[in-house]
């Protein structure tokens, strides 16, 4: 089955940048069905979605946010990261990656276990 594998920090000072990596195991970032997608969630609000990748390397972003974030891939390591740069405190949430299946059934069936990630100085 298809597991996905979160890492990164836990804390991070705010003006710097986040950098968070997503590993895929028993599937390919590559196959034209799926969307990896990155998500968080700040203290007591609701899912924000950050951004999202294709299996080409396409990539797609929150208007909000698309300033300061950058998706990347490593397909020999079948990793995904995010970066989001100049931190505040408002971005402090959980960060999620997740697998979007297309078609007939699909959705954001597969996630990563989830990350808190902190901005304090």
């Known amino acids: 089955q298809v597991q996905l594998e979160m890492s990164g920090p836990g804390l991070v000072k705010p003006s710097q940048t986040l950098s968070l990596t997503c590993t895929v195991s028993?599937?390919?970032?590559?196959?034209?069905?799926?969307?990896f997608n990155w998500l968080r969630q700040p203290p007591g609000k609701g899912l924000e979605w950050v951004g999202s990748i294709w299996s080409t390397g396409a990539t797609y972003y929150n208007p909000s946010l698309e300033s300061r974030t950058s998706i990347s891939r490593d397909t020999s390591k079948n990793q995904i990261t995010l970066r989001l740069m100049s931190l505040t405190p408002e971005d402090t949430a959980v960060y999620y990656c997740?697998?979007?299946?297309?078609?007939?059934?699909?959705?954001?069936?597969?996630w990563g276990q989830g990350t808190l990630v902190t901005v304090s100085s």
């Open positions: 028993g599937g390919s970032i590559t196959t034209n069905y799926y969307y």
């Open positions: 997740a697998r979007e299946a297309m078609g007939r059934g699909g959705g954001l069936e597969v």
